[in-house]
């Protein structure tokens, strides 16, 4: 009786089986295939929706920080122009600053990688706490705070998605 040699990329049990004989292993043998070795989730939208819905989250994001400056910087009081304009300019700052972060933090190491995001999240929470008119001693605690918990969060998750050198999984876009 004749058998069938198995083809890479198929399993004996069936091609969307899971486990370690799944279609596609970690080491990427196969279009559509996971890090994980499981089969990936289809796209549904292309590279260039993905990359305005990053800009546009991106955007989404300062703007926020921007009005939660301004909201707070007027306590309470009607808005003007010059509240407006140090809303915009909060934004503008905290865009242009998270855009350096990010083009900085792609150089490094996984550990100075999260350090640098947890000191720039603990920054930017201090300095919303810091218009609210609380003590600099609470300011700068509450920096440290969410920097370490910013940190050590990114040092986990590189950790448990990085190679055993160290070096942090390299991304498709």
């Not at 609470?138 to 050198?165: E, F």
Request: glycine share 14%.
């Amino acid at each position: 009786m004749a058998h069938a040699a198995p083809t890479p990329g198929t399993s004996p049990r069936g091609p969307f089986a899971r486990g370690p004989f799944a279609r596609g292993s970690s080491t990427g043998a196969g279009p559509g295939v996971g890090r994980t070795g499981r089969p990936a989730p289809p796209d549904v939208f292309g590279r260039r929706t993905h990359l305005l819905a990053k800009a546009a989250t991106l955007l989404a994001t300062g703007l926020v920080y921007g009005y939660w400056e301004a909201s707070i910087s007027r306590r309470g009081g009607p808005i003007t122009g010059w509240n407006l304009f140090a809303g915009f300019m909060t934004t503008l700052a905290f865009l242009v600053l998270y855009l350096v972060v990010r083009q900085i933090a792609r150089r490094l190491p996984r550990e100075p990688h999260a350090a640098l995001w947890g000191a720039f999240w603990g920054s930017a929470v201090g300095f919303l706490y810091s218009r609210s008119g609380v003590a600099m001693f609470t300011c700068v605690l509450m920096s440290l705070i969410v920097a370490a918990a910013v940190t050590g969060a990114l040092v986990y998750w590189y950790y448990t998605r990085g190679d055993a050198v160290g070096a942090r999984t390299a991304r498709t876009t």
